[in-house]
């Protein structure tokens, strides 16, 4: 007659009764409760926050690549040397046949648009208020190529009429009081030359669209005008400072930068958004490998104590040990029993914590937006973090990790006590009994 087969029925059945036992019957203790308890919310909280990082990683890439280049091509500074007095002037690079060489750019595999630009730094004031702005000199067609500036759920005002105004973020159109159709004054420090030298330019233009980026520090300083006039004002004749570049892969960017350097000429340079936002980036990655050692100790200290109810319950069980090794159980038998009570108490634990975790994560936007309106604001600043919400990206890869490391480590615990309870001597086990 051949042995039953390892994790046969009678063992699943054994393991789950003695689960389900009262405390008075030797059956489940206060600690694999606890253990069961702290799985569950260190799951959770694993998935949240995976979720959370993730989110907010998406989010904040969104309203880079939403509202900006993803690289731009601009010149180097051109040097000058005084022959008389040997002094060396350095006038920043410009751009003079822009059409042919935005043309050229695009005709590059993997390109998908470019946009000739001119930016300058700007005093904005209106209503008895100033703020500081960066200007982008922009033609109407290449502006409403960008999604987060022409979304119709975030702005206000005709993106036609751009032609005879300007279009200015939220955040100055807060703090200056403007609404649409106000007149905002701009004062650029390099303006009108004159025979007493270069004077401030001063000119007042009609607020005619106020968009919103999804970024706070955009929103606070962003000011689009139309592309001639900003040639114009900031005395860029024929001129514009750099070409944007956007392409199909935004995260692969690199890939472009040594085609677009032949094709602008020898002495072009590239800027794209990693460079300007790599650092930030690397350091989010960083945190979340910090942040999920962090959170998998929570996990191992809640497994251990899987340990400590199954020591207890394996005393409680000792005559009952016996009983079924004098039956005919083998000590294979009696470690998978004991195994599988710890085994239940990780698979349970963890399968709670991935529905709390997955609610979690759902439901974390409106449950920040709740304790912020409670902290009047303080909970979360967009002025500190960039983004006006705190969002969530569940992905089923971070779901996973966080379920295989839960049951990884409630199996591994579970294998100790588990053998103290098959090598139980049957003899010493009936004693007294």
Partial sequence: MSSPAPFSRYEFLIAWRYLRARRAEGGVSVMTWIS?????????????????RAGFRAEFVDTILGANAHTSVYMAPDRFENELTGEVYVTPGRIADYDAMAQKLADIDGVTRTAP???????????????????????????KAIPRIVDPETSSGEIEDFGSGIA?????ARDLNLRLGD????????GAKTAFGTTPRVNAYTVTYVFSAGRYDIDQTRIYMPLTEAQSYFNREDVVDEIEVFVSDPEKVDDWTLPLLQAAGDRAQIWSWRDSSGSFLAALDMEDDVMFVILSVLVLIASMNITSGLIMLVKNKGRDIGILRTMGLTEGAVLRVFFLCGAFTGI???????????????????????INSLTGGNAWQPEVRGIYRLPADLRAWDVFRAVALSLTLSFVVTIFPARRAARMNPVEALRYE
């Fill in 168 to 172: 200015i973020g939220s955040g100055i």
């Fill in 348 to 370: 349970i634990g963890t399968i709670a914590g991935v529905i709390l975790g997955v609610l979690l994560a759902l439901n974390v936007d409106s449950i920040m937006a709740l």
């Fill in 36 to 52: 069961l308890i702290g799985i569950a919310l260190g799951v959770m909280a694993l998935i949240a926050t995976l979720a959370v």
């Fill in 183 to 190: 007149k905002l004054r701009l004062i650029a420090p390099q």
């Fill in 117 to 143: 630009v001119i930016r300058g730094q700007v005093m904005a004031t209106a209503n008895d208020a100033s703020n500081v702005a960066e200007v982008y000199g922009i033609r109407l067609d290449d502006l």
